[in-house]
Every structure is written in C-alpha cells, then in structure tokens.
C-alpha cells in the first residue's frame, strides 16, 4: 500500500468511472500557470501540464506565435515593441 498518495494531498484525486462504478485515482498536482515577466498577470495561451507533456507537444502548441509570446502579456509586449521603435 502506498499511504502517502491515499492520505496527503500532495497528489490530486481524480474520480474515474469504472464498470463498477466510481473509483478515485492518484495523480499529480500541475505546476503552476505562467505569469508575464513584466506585469506578472497570468498568460493566456501557455497550457499548464506536467514536464513529460510539454516535452511532446509541439512549440505552436506551448505558447502565442507573436514576438515575446509565452514571456510577456499583450499589454506588455505593445508597451515593449512602441519603446523599441520609438528609441
Ligand atoms: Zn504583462
């Protein structure tokens, strides 16, 4: 028996449905959502799965296609690309 994943919640319980009926899984937790480097607002975009998961999705799939996609919000990336022309 495995009494870490049964009694801590440093595992998620997931509910799954069985033929018999419903039975709870162990699964664990994901990591946290990206935020904007500049603002810190949480990004749009950018899914929130596991290391093993993000290494076989594909780069379309991991962040916006737009200059500074997956590390700035929009509202950052427009203030940052206005400044660059302007300077
Ligand atoms: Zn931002």
Do not use: D, W
Request: glycine letters at 6%; proline letters at 8%; one cysteine or more.
């Amino acid at each position: 028996m495995l009494p870490n994943k049964t009694k801590s919640r440093t595992y998620r319980r997931v509910k799954v449905k069985i033929s018999k009926g419903v039975t709870t899984h162990y699964k664990k937790r994901k990591p946290a959502k990206a935020k904007c480097a500049g603002c810190g607002k949480q990004l749009a975009g950018v899914p929130r799965e596991r290391p093993i998961k993000m290494q076989n999705m594909p780069k379309t799939a991991k962040r916006p296609e737009r200059p500074y996609g997956g590390f700035l919000c929009t509202v950052c990336s427009r203030k940052k690309i206005v400044a660059e022309v302007r300077k």
